[in-house]
């Protein structure tokens, strides 16, 4: 086939084509052929719940992509994956649609007609899912955090770049749509519009107890348990532990559960570190030192941190304070002034934390002084355009390019966050190596970095060792 012609397909795929410098190398041959205009990203969602449909959701409205599978270990969830799916092409005029069902999502991966996965599942599946889709050579859209752990980061970074595959984070504030005020805020910042930055407070909300205390319940013949642990520590079934079974919409408990879930330092931690870090230019570092306060749930079925006070000091004695008092979002403070970004009072959902009740609903960007927010010049440093996460996915896909959160910066967003995590557990000051990705001189905090999977087949190390990647 000609340069042009495998050119023009590639631009014609994903909507506002960008232009190649060079054709993907991963882009599959079956793509290629004659009829390769007409063709799009093959696409399949594993997880079907909560944040999965959202997902699926956007990738249904790119015009470059086509759902074409579901995965979910509990059959209600996946049922009602494929429904949603097919209802969308069905109202938009299609008939006939049979999207595939898969329970385990090594199917998935074996799937030769699949070319990109989404991966929205709970945070302690992350990593070996993602790591066998990038050794499976399968394109990766991840929800945030990145990772569960420190050394699980790390271990999918490796897969990634080794497999040159194109793996985007679930870091939507990095996008224009739907909240933009973060990426006027961080560019703001790293173009010195406040001066010489001072001080970085952050928000990420405040979970409580449920009120229940541990209570063992019979696993429902719909839920495969067995998997959906996967690495986690043996334990009995809880509803409030896993998801609602009556409800599609409702808040996880993983996420309260600290075996599946480090709670809000790294739930809303995760997107937020991430923003402060673009904008201080350290997307690619970390903190120095680590001071970590925090309460955490005792007798209860919840178990992650509730209360919290954390300080991190960053190269140019940056120091980043994050406390469950201060407004969900981040305010950067300089020598000439300051700007504060948030998502207002806008919820992921219903049940999700937020800003305390009764608050005056303010601007999601705001400034000491409207100079600061005023149009950049042509010579400032602005960041890739994304109109959204999914869309910039696939754009990079197709431009076979790094994309607006790639595993290189939301690896290290995880790292700070888990490190504040760490130091909640072991209640004392902490010292970070960026370069070495280690705790120095502190063999317990070190330990912590991750944890012994629960039985072989869950372990990403030896996937990682049976694919020859050290």
Request: proline share 6%; charged share 25%; with cysteine.
């Given at each position: 086939m000609k340069n042009q012609t495998r050119r023009s397909f590639l631009k014609?795929?994903?909507?506002?084509?960008?232009?190649?410098a060079v054709l993907p190398s991963i882009i599959p041959v079956r793509l290629l052929g004659a009829d390769a205009p007409g063709k799009k990203i093959q696409v399949a969602q594993i997880g079907c719940g909560r944040m999965g449909r959202a997902d699926m959701g956007d990738v249904l409205k790119q015009s470059s992509a086509r759902v074409v599978a579901v995965c979910d270990l509990d059959s209600r969830r996946l049922a009602a994956?494929?429904?949603?799916?097919?209802?969308?092409y069905a109202k938009r005029g299609e008939s006939g649609v049979n999207m595939k069902t898969f329970h385990d999502y090594h199917d998935v991966l074996a799937s030769p007609d699949i070319d990109a996965v989404v991966i929205t599942v709970p945070d302690h599946s992350h990593a070996l899912i993602a790591i066998e889709a990038a050794i499976a050579g399968k394109h990766i859209y991840l929800q945030?955090?990145?990772?569960?752990?420190?050394?699980?980061?790390?271990?999918?970074?490796?897969?990634?770049e080794a497999k040159k595959i194109i793996l985007q984070t679930g870091s939507q504030q990095r996008s224009e749509h739907?909240?933009?005020?973060?990426?006027?805020?961080?560019?703001?910042?790293?173009?010195?519009?406040?001066?010489?930055?001072?001080?970085?407070?952050?928000?990420?909300?405040l979970d409580k107890a449920s009120g229940h205390a541990p209570a063992p319940m019979p696993v429902p013949e719909n839920l495969d348990y067995e998997r959906w642990l996967g690495s986690a520590p043996e334990q009995a079934y809880m509803e409030r532990r896993v998801h609602p079974q009556n409800s599609l919409e409702g808040r996880p408990g993983w996420i309260t559960t600290e075996d599946f879930g480090l709670g809000m330092i790294t739930n809303w931690g995760a997107h937020h570190v991430d923003i402060a870090q673009w904008a201080m230019g350290q997307e690619l570092g970390g903190p120095m030192t680590i001071d970590s306060h925090a309460e955490f749930m005792k007798g209860d079925a919840w178990t992650v941190h509730t209360t919290y006070h954390v300080e991190m000091l960053y190269p140019k004695n940056v120091?980043?304070?994050?406390?469950?008092?201060?407004?969900?979002?981040?305010r950067f403070e300089g020598d000439e002034g300051w700007v504060f970004c948030t998502r207002s009072q806008e919820k992921v959902t219903s049940s999700d934390p937020n800003s305390p009740a009764g608050r005056e609903v303010l601007p999601p960007l705001r400034a000491s002084d409207p100079k600061i927010l005023s149009p950049l010049?042509?010579?400032?440093?602005?960041?890739?355009?994304?109109?959204?996460?999914h869309g910039n996915w696939l754009e990079s896909i197709a431009a076979n390019r790094q994309p607006i959160a790639p595993i290189q910066q939301s690896a290290r967003s995880l790292e700070a966050c888990a490190a504040a995590w760490i130091g909640m557990k072991l209640k004392r000051k902490l010292t970070w190596d960026a370069t070495t990705e280690m705790f120095v001189g502190d063999d317990a905090a070190n330990a912590l970095r991750g944890r012994k999977a629960r039985k072989p087949e869950y372990d990403f190390q030896l996937v990682l060792q049976r694919a020859g990647i050290a």
């Amino acid at each position: 086939m000609k340069n042009q012609t495998r050119r023009s397909f590639l631009k014609a795929a994903v909507r506002g084509g960008v232009g190649l410098a060079v054709l993907p190398s991963i882009i599959p041959v079956r793509l290629l052929g004659a009829d390769a205009p007409g063709k799009k990203i093959q696409v399949a969602q594993i997880g079907c719940g909560r944040m999965g449909r959202a997902d699926m959701g956007d990738v249904l409205k790119q015009s470059s992509a086509r759902v074409v599978a579901v995965c979910d270990l509990d059959s209600r969830r996946l049922a009602a994956g494929k429904k949603l799916a097919e209802d969308f092409y069905a109202k938009r005029g299609e008939s006939g649609v049979n999207m595939k069902t898969f329970h385990d999502y090594h199917d998935v991966l074996a799937s030769p007609d699949i070319d990109a996965v989404v991966i929205t599942v709970p945070d302690h599946s992350h990593a070996l899912i993602a790591i066998e889709a990038a050794i499976a050579g399968k394109h990766i859209y991840l929800q945030k955090p990145v990772t569960y752990s420190i050394v699980e980061a790390i271990a999918l970074r490796k897969a990634v770049e080794a497999k040159k595959i194109i793996l985007q984070t679930g870091s939507q504030q990095r996008s224009e749509h739907p909240w933009g005020s973060f990426r006027a805020a961080s560019e703001v910042v790293r173009n010195g519009r406040i001066g010489q930055l001072k001080t970085i407070k952050i928000g990420v909300g405040l979970d409580k107890a449920s009120g229940h205390a541990p209570a063992p319940m019979p696993v429902p013949e719909n839920l495969d348990y067995e998997r959906w642990l996967g690495s986690a520590p043996e334990q009995a079934y809880m509803e409030r532990r896993v998801h609602p079974q009556n409800s599609l919409e409702g808040r996880p408990g993983w996420i309260t559960t600290e075996d599946f879930g480090l709670g809000m330092i790294t739930n809303w931690g995760a997107h937020h570190v991430d923003i402060a870090q673009w904008a201080m230019g350290q997307e690619l570092g970390g903190p120095m030192t680590i001071d970590s306060h925090a309460e955490f749930m005792k007798g209860d079925a919840w178990t992650v941190h509730t209360t919290y006070h954390v300080e991190m000091l960053y190269p140019k004695n940056v120091q980043m304070i994050l406390d469950n008092t201060f407004e969900n979002g981040i305010r950067f403070e300089g020598d000439e002034g300051w700007v504060f970004c948030t998502r207002s009072q806008e919820k992921v959902t219903s049940s999700d934390p937020n800003s305390p009740a009764g608050r005056e609903v303010l601007p999601p960007l705001r400034a000491s002084d409207p100079k600061i927010l005023s149009p950049l010049g042509g010579n400032a440093v602005r960041w890739m355009p994304s109109k959204s996460q999914h869309g910039n996915w696939l754009e990079s896909i197709a431009a076979n390019r790094q994309p607006i959160a790639p595993i290189q910066q939301s690896a290290r967003s995880l790292e700070a966050c888990a490190a504040a995590w760490i130091g909640m557990k072991l209640k004392r000051k902490l010292t970070w190596d960026a370069t070495t990705e280690m705790f120095v001189g502190d063999d317990a905090a070190n330990a912590l970095r991750g944890r012994k999977a629960r039985k072989p087949e869950y372990d990403f190390q030896l996937v990682l060792q049976r694919a020859g990647i050290a």
